[in-house]
């Protein structure tokens, strides 16, 4: 039986605890005391600095910096935010890529961030993020698969995924999409 995300949380919470001799609450501390104030910045010291692997420094970035979704009252608002004032327009896109990826399956897990929503399975396999006010990019992890028109190299757009998608029409969610959507999902 999967854990739920709290369930996972605690783990991470306490293997950081008993990998590095220090609480969750102490590397908040430490990462507050950096004065750094972007996420990626952050990580790359925590990294450089303390000798911490990224996904714990990532873990404590996101927790300093409250942006994951455990660190606000309702995931909605944190989607609502996404989509607010000039990039209202885009939500339908966003609204019918996760109708699509709902039927995938009962395991898919719609995990919102501060500036983007994770889709995941066992692992994530793709993001929703609302880039610009006239675009939201999909970002898919297709290891192995050619870029190819649409269906881009990822490049400098998220290190999480190996393919991007860029949309400013619901119209572009189409099967196309869809297929590589549902493809990243078979292979998480």
Same mark, same amino acid.
């Given at each position: 039986?999967?854990?739920?995300?709290?369930?996972?949380?605690?783990?991470?919470?306490?293997?950081?605890?008993?990998?590095?001799?220090? *609480?969750?609450?102490?590397?908040?501390?430490?990462?507050?005391?950096?004065?750094?104030?972007?996420? !990626?910045?952050?990580?790359?010291?925590?990294?450089? %600095?303390?000798?911490?692997?990224?996904?714990?420094?990532?873990?404590?970035?996101?927790?300093?910096?409250?942006?994951?979704?455990?660190?606000?009252?309702?995931?909605?608002?944190?989607?609502?935010?996404?989509?607010?004032?000039?990039?209202?327009?885009? !939500?339908?896109?966003?609204?019918?890529?996760?109708?699509?990826?709902?039927?995938?399956? $009962?395991?898919?897990?719609?995990?919102?961030?501060?500036?983007?929503? *994770?889709? &995941?399975?066992?692992?994530?396999?793709?993001?929703?993020?609302?880039?610009?006010?006239?675009? =939201?990019?999909? $970002?898919?992890?297709?290891?192995?698969?050619?870029?190819?028109?649409?269906? %881009?190299?990822?490049? *400098?757009?998220?290190?999480?995924?190996?393919? &991007? =998608?860029?949309? *400013?029409?619901?119209? %572009?969610?189409?099967?196309?999409?869809?297929?590589?959507?549902?493809?990243?999902?078979?292979?998480?």
């Amino acid at each position: 039986m999967s854990k739920t995300a709290a369930e996972m949380e605690a783990v991470m919470i306490q293997n950081l605890a008993n990998k590095t001799g220090k *609480s969750l609450d102490e590397w908040i501390k430490i990462a507050k005391a950096g004065k750094i104030d972007k996420h !990626r910045a952050l990580i790359n010291y925590l990294k450089d %600095e303390h000798g911490l692997t990224y996904g714990y420094a990532n873990f404590i970035a996101h927790k300093t910096f409250r942006s994951d979704a455990g660190s606000v009252a309702r995931e909605n608002d944190l989607i609502a935010a996404q989509y607010a004032g000039p990039k209202a327009a885009l !939500r339908p896109i966003y609204d019918l890529i996760i109708d699509a990826v709902k039927k995938f399956g $009962g395991d898919v897990e719609i995990a919102p961030k501060k500036a983007y929503v *994770s889709l &995941r399975r066992k692992k994530q396999f793709a993001i929703v993020q609302p880039s610009t006010k006239t675009r =939201v990019d999909v $970002g898919i992890n297709l290891k192995g698969v050619a870029p190819t028109g649409r269906l %881009e190299a990822s490049g *400098s757009f998220n290190a999480m995924v190996s393919h &991007r =998608v860029r949309l *400013s029409d619901k119209k %572009e969610v189409d099967g196309a999409l869809i297929g590589w959507l549902k493809q990243a999902y078979d292979a998480s």
